[in-house]
């Protein structure tokens, strides 16, 4: 990590350098369930008019989107909350069957400093669900580890025709606290 700049700044610029690694390398689709880990890296590919942006119901139907992105000879990403992964478990075995390439950016919660134990559960089987399924999984939990991370992944996903997830640790984007009401 650069000495020079604080961890706010890290903090707050690992989406922009996502960004411009995905865009650098070939990702014209992206697809998408509203999730506050992903905010800033929503925004800037809805402010691209070159990438065609997808947002999904349910986080399935970006499985089979991506597939057919990979059909039309085209490279896509999903974004998604671990808590979406459930929503993804049958639909994971067409990237594993057909060996198509699909890569996954997943903000976790229910990790580090969690405050909604709902969360909690869908984030401690995650891993182990994408690896059940076929998935390589990495993880990064630190801002700087994100983009060098995500750079790994995406080779892996489109040089091998692999399903990838690249787990982002809330250590990394930050731990939503929610505070109580008194009545």
Not at 40 to 61: C, W
Not at 77 to 92: A, F, P
Not at 101 to 106: A, G, I, K, Q, W
Not at 144 to 159: K, M, N, P, W, Y
Request: with cysteine; glycine share 10%.
């Amino acid at each position: 990590m650069n000495k020079e700049r604080d961890d706010g700044a890290a903090a707050q610029d690992w989406p922009d350098r996502l960004y411009r690694l995905l865009k650098d390398n070939g990702i014209t689709q992206v697809a998408w369930v509203p999730d506050g880990g992903h905010s800033r890296l929503i925004r800037l590919y809805e402010a691209d008019p070159d990438i065609r942006i997808v947002r999904l119901t349910t986080e399935e139907e970006g499985v089979a989107l991506l597939a057919g992105t990979h059909l039309g000879g085209a490279r896509g990403v999903l974004l998604m909350q671990s808590s979406g992964v459930g929503n993804c478990i049958n639909m994971l075995s067409l990237p594993n069957i057909c060996q198509m390439p699909l890569l996954m950016l997943v903000t976790m919660r229910g990790d580090f400093g969690e405050a909604n134990p709902w969360q909690v559960p869908m984030a401690s089987a995650t891993p182990a669900v994408l690896e059940a399924m076929g998935a390589t999984v990495k993880r990064a939990d630190t801002p700087d580890d994100i983009v060098e991370t995500a750079q790994g992944c995406l080779q892996l996903a489109f040089r091998s025709s692999r399903m990838v997830a690249l787990l982002i640790g809330q250590r990394a984007i930050g731990a939503k606290t929610f505070t109580e009401t008194k009545h």
